[in-house]
């Protein structure tokens, strides 16, 4: 099912935006979980930022970045100097390549806001994960963003955003969700946390 619509784009700001994050800042409850040698899969990796940084606390465990965009994994090929360990192929969440068991972690980055069926992802993700193991996902909530001063024109962008994820049959507030549709696609063992990016000029 790799018909669902990327709501972002691929406009360089919006890379731009994604060559930002590493594991520190995009992953940080994620990091106490790894281990040298586990085996991981990165979904949605983009252009691999987060996916080389990950790989570097797994080592020399085997990474895989995947994503749906075949221009999302060219740049990720050739945006980083990658250990021999870690790979990048095209994939569709909804149909993983792999057998049952295979990773010790599956990590999802601010991937599920964007899909039609995120439980069917979540259990998709579940499957190709050891007994044991772990998937982690997290995601924003749009709903949720605020600044200041007030701006008209954010408030707009806001608005807009929502018709066009609605519109694209995704959930732009996915982070207050990811509790229910873990529990939705079979996982028992949860914790649920938050956190957030503040952005901010003199």
Known sequence: MTADTYSHGHHESVLRSHRWRTAENSAAYLLPHLRPGQSLLDVGCGPGNITVDLAARVAPGAVLGIDAAPDAITAAEAANARPDHVTFAVGDV?????????????????????????????????????????????????????????????????????????????????????????????????????????????
Not at 94 to 111: E, F, R, S
Not at 113 to 131: F, G, I, K, N, Y
């Open 94 to 202: 909804y149909a993983l390549d792999a057998d049952d068991g295979t990773y010790d972690v599956v990590h999802a980055h601010q991937v599920l806001q964007h899909l039609s069926d995120p439980v069917a992802a979540l259990r998709e993700m579940r499957r190709v994960t050891t007994p044991g193991g772990i998937v982690a996902a997290r995601d924003s909530d749009y709903a949720a963003f605020t600044w200041a001063p007030d701006t008209p024109s954010l408030t707009r962008w806001n608005e807009l955003y929502h018709l066009i994820t609605t519109h694209n049959r995704a959930e732009a507030n996915a982070g207050r969700y990811l509790l229910g549709w873990a529990q939705r696609a079979g996982f028992t063992d949860i914790t649920a946390s938050s956190s957030t990016w503040t952005f901010a000029d003199p």
